[in-house]
């Protein structure tokens, strides 16, 4: 049985759309509901003292916050699945670079994020219903700081590919359409990278079939009965 790379896998574009959609219009709500000190100042408070005033300093707007982390449970299952798509995505455009073999360890920092995440909301939603102590302080810092390491670390390698890779179809693209005396133009264009594309090392120990001088090969083209009834035509008038 042929084994398979899992990114070979298809990403819909149903797919982005379930998983994009609903966690940006989520960080929207968020973004709406902020308070001052933000949400992120507690998470990041780190320790007693510091939470315990920006508890005081919220006063009733406290209700707010814990509808504010209610709805981040929320938008962590939207970007978890954001960014584990966003990797397999972008292991498919690494192909055969060795980029593609990082593609499975970001869609798990992904994961990792979120579970850190979660972990920090039930921190806060216990200072917030009981007493910040110096222990709830410092660990919900923790768990926020590994999120945001893990968050940054997956987002980023998809974005660096997603970039690479519109810089290569964009390259494609001028090329094609550069009229043929603007050689100067074409020059400039040619520097943009053309992604991770390496091909294949050759195999050891197999020694590659030298030219032979003579041959001539002819392709193709065409899938349907029409064009194979033609393509035999001209091989048989050939």
Partial sequence: VEQTDWTDREVPWSWWLRW????AVLWGILLVMDLTPSIVDFELAAHRSTAASILD???????RAVVSIAIDFAFIFFYVGTLYLAAVWAGRQAQSHPARLV?????????GAGIFDVLENVGMLVMIWGEATPFW???TSVMAWNK???????????????????LRWLRAFLLERIPTNWTWLARLVAWLP????VPDP???????????????GICCSGGGIRSASYNLGALQAL
């Fill in 20 to 23: 994009v959609l609903p966690a």
């Fill in 57 to 63: 300093s919220w006063g009733d707007d406290q209700s």
């Fill in 103 to 111: 593609s499975r360890p970001m869609a798990w920092a992904a994961i």
């Fill in 137 to 139: 302080a410092g660990a």
């Fill in 148 to 166: 945001f390491t893990l968050f940054a670390l997956s987002a980023g390698y998809s974005l660096t590919l997603a970039t690479l890779f519109g």
């Fill in 194 to 197: 053309q992604g991770f594309v």
């Fill in 202 to 216: 050759p195999v050891r120990g197999r020694r590659q079939p030298e030219p032979q001088p003579g041959l001539v």
